[in-house]
């Protein structure tokens, strides 16, 4: 192959970054794990919230919370349940280990990855994975270098999930973002999307630890996904889940929501209720302060200097 064509600099191989959306959150309480999702969805450059659940259930103790582009999830997942299928019926009475299914969604994150680049940098100069390494020999080495360089460099759009589930050595939360895997159990929560920041700040603000109690908890991951409503993106339709605390115990919490709804309800309005009488509390004390302040001031005030007099006359 001779040099590369004229359009291969003008081509914008990275697919565009875009305003995260949704929002996950779970919660480890006394072995016990909670969770919650909206529902708002990305497809390329549409966004809309469906009746459409984003708990994915790969076994009856372990779920996947999903966030990014739903096209590319829907790839990664459907390998994943395909693969953790196959893995059941071979030794149904195995367990798998929640780490072991962060693993599993890390390897076909790389191998759906490796397709879009295929698809993107190596089909339109007629190559795929295969005859890339065949062919190099072959290609000028302006162009071998420049494909080489745009392999490494491109990326899919952000993606993350939250894999929440209870194996033989207890509860766990794993978040894969952009194929990197993090542990959660020591912190005892997880979030991803455009609202984690406001969820996570919910959890870290109400002290949340793995030991909480069920209840405290339970309502605490409702409130963390309603506070991150008011970022852009989160959708208002909410889904939760429950695992725990034995094994193949997962269920979803249908409804409950409405109970739960109420109690956050009340919840803000005392909240409100406070935070007025606060604010008003505080100008009051305000007033008071800058009244005694100018009390000081007067009385304070230097005696006239002899002879002065409040107008000048000629």
Same mark, same amino acid.
């Given at each position: ?9 003008k081509r914008k191989w ?14 480890? @309480? %006394? ?5 919650? $999702?909206?529902?708002?969805?990305? &497809? /390329? !450059?549409?966004?809309?919230?469906? *009746?459409? @659940? %984003? ?5 009856? $103790?372990?779920?996947?919370?999903? &966030? /990014? !582009?739903?096209?590319?999830?829907? *790839? ?8 953790? $299928?196959?893995?059941?019926?071979? &030794? ?52 071998l270098t420049k494909i ?93 889940f429950a695992i725990g ?70």
């Open positions: 192959m001779g040099k590369y064509p004229s359009w291969y600099n990275h697919r565009t970054e875009r305003i995260p959306l949704t929002v996950c959150v779970a919660a480890i @309480s %006394k072995g016990t794990i909670f969770g919650a $999702s909206d529902r708002m969805i990305t &497809a /390329g !450059d549409i966004q809309f919230e469906p *009746q459409q @659940s %984003k708990l994915h259930p790969l076994t009856t $103790s372990i779920i996947a919370q999903i &966030a /990014g !582009d739903a096209s590319i999830q829907s *790839q990664i997942i459907q390998k994943v349940a395909t693969d953790i $299928s196959r893995q059941i019926q071979a &030794a149904p009475k195995t367990w798998l280990n929640v780490r072991d299914i962060a693993e599993l969604y890390r390897h076909y994150y790389e191998e759906v990855h490796l397709l879009y680049s295929e698809h993107d940098i190596l089909a339109p100069l007629a190559l795929d994975r295969h005859t890339w390494i065949s062919k190099q020999k072959e290609m000028d080495s302006e162009l080489a360089t745009e392999l490494m460099n491109h990326k899919l759009e952000e993606t993350a999930v939250i894999l929440s589930g209870i194996d033989l050595t207890g509860p766990h939360i794993y978040v894969v973002r952009n194929g990197v895997i993090s542990c959660q159990d020591s912190v005892g929560f997880a979030a991803i999307g455009a609202g984690e920041w406001h969820a996570n700040s919910q959890l870290m603000f109400a002290g949340h630890t793995k030991e909480k109690s069920v209840p405290e908890t339970l309502l605490l991951v409702y409130s963390a996904k309603r506070r991150a409503e008011v970022a852009p993106g989160v959708g208002k339709g909410t889904d939760m605390p034995n094994l193949g115990s997962f269920a979803y919490i249908v409804a409950e929501i409405e109970g739960l709804e109420k109690i956050y309800s009340n919840e803000q309005e005392r909240h409100n209720t406070a935070a007025i009488e606060a604010r008003t509390e505080v100008e009051r004390y305000v007033q008071e302060i800058v009244k005694r302040a100018i009390e000081k001031a007067q009385e304070t005030k230097p005696p006239a200097i002899k002879g002065e007099t409040s107008s000048n006359t000629n």
